[in-house]
């Protein structure tokens, strides 16, 4: 009997696949921190998760709603300073990879948390980057997951909040002392990764019952995909009951709390 689940689960369980044991992962708040927390209480007990606020080895039993949530601190292994985490674990190589989400992204995998429409006169303000500019230059290499759409996923993004490739895919080249860069991108549709020579996102992998042309019809660009095209494995039950029992603890926690 096939499983029923969600574009929701199936994307927060396929990026939590991306995440192995030796693993020391930087993590997002949002869909990187479900998708980290699932790897964790699944197939990854070992992955090591750190957090911008300074928190090591942490093992929350819901999920934060920020990077201050105490939930985070009580959990950790030990907190040490912001300063401390960013020049010594991030700068100093010590990030296996990074996590992250964002508002757009565009063909080269440049992230967008900064604004939307024009920079002098924007449509919308967004929360900014954070630590994530960082992250993505540090981290040995970084994972983003997001929901696809047209409106997210963008020719070119309004900002470059957060480098990926650059404008022309070029921005990493000859440049040893930074990470390789985005990986792969983990959507609700698909898996995307880039095209070793461009840089260019190029779609890899096929969730269940979506098509081809559902992507194209999510994406601000003339999306390619590979000539080996994958369908992505369906959630198994395990997988779907952590993931369910994880939000619904974390809705009832946060609902507690207000």
Same mark, same amino acid.
């Given at each position: ?135 993505? +230059? ?97 959630? +198994? ?22």
């Amino acid at each position: 009997m096939s499983l029923e689940f969600t574009a929701s689960e199936m994307m927060s369980v396929t990026a939590a696949r991306a995440l192995t044991n030796e693993m020391t992962c930087f993590v997002g708040i949002g869909l990187p921190s479900e998708a980290a927390n699932l790897a964790r209480l699944t197939h990854a007990p070992d992955v090591t998760l750190i957090y911008e606020s300074g928190t090591l080895q942490t093992k929350p039993d819901v999920l934060p709603l920020s990077i201050g949530d105490g939930e985070l601190c009580e959990s950790a292994l030990t907190t040490v300073s912001v300063p401390e985490m960013f020049r010594y674990w991030l700068q100093g190589g010590h990030i296996s990879v990074g996590f992250l989400g964002t508002a757009q992204i565009d063909r080269f995998a440049n992230l967008n948390t900064t604004l939307i429409g024009d920079y002098r006169e924007p449509e919308v303000r967004l929360p900014g980057g954070g630590g994530a500019p960082e992250i993505a +230059t540090n981290a040995r290499e970084v994972f983003i997951t997001v929901k696809h759409s047209k409106r997210t996923f963008v020719k070119d993004v309004d900002f470059v909040t957060t480098v990926g490739f650059g404008r022309d895919g070029k921005a990493r080249d000859n440049v040893p002392n930074i990470g390789r860069g985005p990986t792969v991108v983990i959507t609700d549709l698909c898996i995307l990764k880039p095209d070793p020579d461009t840089k260019e996102l190029v779609v890899t992998s096929l969730h269940p019952n979506v098509t081809r042309d559902d992507v194209i019809e999510a994406t601000g660009w003339d999306i390619r995909f590979a000539d080996q095209l994958d369908t992505t494995p369906a959630p +198994t039950a395990e997988e779907l009951e952590v993931l369910r029992d994880l939000k619904a603890r974390t809705n009832a926690h946060h609902s507690g709390q207000q």
